[in-house]
């Protein structure tokens, strides 16, 4: 008989939001340790704020999240290109050793057995002739393929990524999801925010479909249908902004069994 999974992170009634207002909310359930995970909803529904809170960014406003057994330091996070600053005059090498941050802190540089980490995480994302260029003079492709490496060396247990295919181009697309399929391989959780549905119907086995709540959760197959998405396109229509309080809607608000 095989063991049952352990729950990576743990949903209790969960609130989020910014000032007071609620942006996802009554959100309630398991991503088990080697999930990979499609977050989707129409635009607003609350995706990256769902993230943001997994994270640490947002604290909640009412209920609870869970990292069972695991610490922050375990996930990897990776927002919107749209929230990076690419101003700031450092190069591909350099960003991409970020990924060591946690094992070798602020003020220690890199020795030898960690530059090589940094340059095989080059040459696996395709990076391995633009070490010394500055990150600002990137296309978009090239600039999420650093951010991956960077993730790479993260050796993170959960990897969070918000958007990690938009406005990138179709051979880095492919790239980056063969190493999201090995991520998974190797028993990581991996939580992406999606808006291509055959993307995710392609290559994502598990779906949680938001609409600042959840309208159901479980297999792809079974969550995105067009009864599912017409209610999350619904709902997310009608939210209020400026929302006091939280109300639940009458929503299907489902887990589906794998």
Not at 88 to 101: E, K, N, Q, S, Y
Not at 148 to 175: C, G, H, S, Y
Not at 179 to 187: D, F
Request: proline fraction near 3%; aromatic fraction near 6%.
């Amino acid at each position: 008989m095989n063991e049952a999974k352990l729950s990576a992170i743990s949903f209790h009634d969960l609130t989020l939001g910014y000032d007071r207002h609620p942006a996802v909310h009554h959100i309630s359930g398991e991503v088990l340790r080697g999930d990979l995970l499609a977050l989707v909803g129409p635009n607003g529904a609350g995706k990256s704020t769902l993230l943001k809170g997994i994270v640490g960014q947002l604290k909640p406003l009412s209920g609870s999240l869970s990292l069972d057994g695991l610490k922050s330091s375990d996930i990897a996070y990776l927002p919107q290109q749209i929230e990076i600053d690419r101003s700031f005059p450092i190069t591909v090498f350099d960003a991409v050793a970020m990924g060591l941050w946690h094992d070798i802190g602020a003020w220690h540089g890199l020795n030898h057995e960690r530059s090589l980490a940094v340059e095989e995480a080059l040459y696996t994302l395709g990076l391995q002739d633009l070490g010394d260029r500055g990150v600002g003079a990137l296309s978009g492709g090239q600039f999420q393929r650093v951010l991956f490496a960077r993730l790479l060396l993260q050796n993170a247990a959960i990897i969070l990524l918000d958007e990690p295919f938009r406005a990138i181009d179709t051979k880095t697309v492919e790239d980056l999801l063969h190493l999201i399929r090995r991520w998974h391989a190797e028993g990581r959780t991996i939580i992406a925010a999606l808006h291509d549905l055959d993307q995710v119907r392609a290559h994502f086995p598990k779906t949680l479909l938001l609409a600042r709540e959840m309208i159901v959760w479980g297999p792809t197959k079974q969550v995105l249908t067009a009864k599912h998405l017409a209610e999350a396109r619904q709902l997310t229509e009608a939210w209020d902004e400026q929302a006091q309080v939280c109300e639940r809607g009458e929503t299907t608000s489902e887990r589906i069994s794998a």
